[in-house]
């Protein structure tokens, strides 16, 4: 019987060529190359940057009065004065300088209020999505009775319960905000259980702690990192609610929402004083959201095997 060979192209030509690894430094120089992570960063490196040095930057004390110069427009207007860039309140205030000091508070409320939140929602999270059953059902009706209460109402309900100050305004918020973290990262972890790299980990014999300190922590990174970034402008705008409100902060530290309040009540005669501070938050949200959203879809894994596919 002939049995004729036929040469067989090696194997190198036809088996797909692995894609070569990326470092971890190419890795973050692409996600930092998207335009909305670039402005996103830096609007907030602007920011922290000028809590820094406010009291280099601002021309006058935030809390200094001038009261034979009261309601002054911006210098380059008719009556504007120089010494006063963008004019003066209703008690004869800077309102450059308090809107420069202000960047202190929202600052530090930008970066510990959602890092608090994350620390209560995502081990809860873990724990509901993990584990699932009795534990899941548990923690997910507490989340349910307490989203169904109005956000901004209940953190006015704790800072009246509280005394004011920005220890307790970043405690309101974090009360407020953990149940956002739970419910979307525990949808990512009941995604991530069903992967077949967890079946084998724990077919290996690890132990649920392992499972999730390798396995399912590193898979939520980029929706935690996104979710940090979009939570950031969350808690500056609750921020500036409960001080427009006046349960945020004493009156000596200025904040946007307090300044915001105060130009309310001379917003026909001398509208710069309100419009300074809401185009300073609009820009400072704003800012979060580009990061948060750059970041959900440069790092999210499935959007990226949509893009390749």
């Known amino acids: 019987m002939n049995t004729t060979t036929y040469p067989h192209p090696p194997a190198s030509s036809t088996a797909p060529r692995p894609r070569p690894r990326m470092s971890k430094a190419a890795a973050w120089l692409r996600v930092f190359s998207d335009t909305r992570v670039m402005l996103g960063t830096a609007g907030l490196a602007l920011l922290f940057l000028t809590a820094i040095f406010a009291p280099w930057l601002a021309p006058h004390d935030p809390n200094e009065q001038d009261l034979l110069n009261t309601l002054l427009p911006p210098m380059w207007a008719a009556d504007g004065l120089r010494a006063f860039p963008l004019g003066t309140d209703s008690l004869g205030q800077c309102i450059l300088s308090r809107l420069i000091y202000s960047t202190r508070v929202v600052a530090l409320v930008a970066v510990l209020a959602p890092l608090g939140a994350a620390l209560v929602g995502v081990p809860l999270a873990i724990m509901a999505g993990y584990w699932g059953g009795k534990v899941d059902w548990l923690i997910m009706r507490m989340v349910d009775v307490w989203m169904s209460f109005p956000a901004v109402v209940l953190a006015m309900v704790f800072m009246v319960a509280l005394s004011p100050g920005l220890t307790n305004v970043i405690i309101a918020i974090v009360a407020v905000d953990w149940t956002r973290f739970c419910r979307v990262l525990r949808s990512e972890v009941l995604v991530l259980r069903r992967r077949d790299y967890i079946a084998a ?21 980029p929706t935690l990192l996104a979710l940090l970034s979009i939570e950031m402008g969350i808690a500056i705008i609750a921020e500036a609610v409960l001080s427009f409100v006046g349960v945020s902060m004493a009156p000596s530290t200025p904040t946007w929402g307090m300044m915001i309040s105060d130009g309310l009540k001379s917003v026909f005669s001398a509208p710069y004083g309100l419009i300074a501070p809401v185009v300073c938050m609009i820009v400072t949200v704003l800012a979060c959201t580009l990061l948060g959203d750059g970041l959900r879809k440069k790092l999210d894994p499935r959007l990226l095997e949509r893009v390749r596919g």
């Open 201 to 221: 980990a724990r077919l290996t014999g690890a132990t649920p702690l392992q499972v999730i300190r390798k396995d399912i922590m590193p898979g939520l990174m």
